[in-house]
């Protein structure tokens, strides 16, 4: 869950919000918070994260 989004942060440059809650990140769960910073560590050329805000399920698709 992204608790806080800080206007010029990385979560909102990427499209996040407050109370999104993300679900995968490249095809994996993220189960806890613990996990979640697991699998978003690392150098990755694209990152693929599956969310759900206000009810839908969204994927981003982020280049880096």
């Known amino acids: 869950v992204v608790l806080l989004n800080i206007k010029g942060g990385t979560a ?4 996040l919000q407050r109370g999104d809650v993300v679900l995968s990140v490249n095809g994996e ?6 996990q979640l910073k697991k699998l978003l560590q690392g150098q990755h050329p694209r990152w693929q994260i599956q ?3 206000g009810g839908q399920t969204l994927n981003l698709n982020i280049s880096g």
Request: glycine share 8%; proline share 0%.
């Open 29 to 34: 769960k993220a189960t806890s918070v613990a």
């Open 12 to 15: 909102a440059r990427f499209g």
């Open 51 to 53: 969310l759900r805000r």
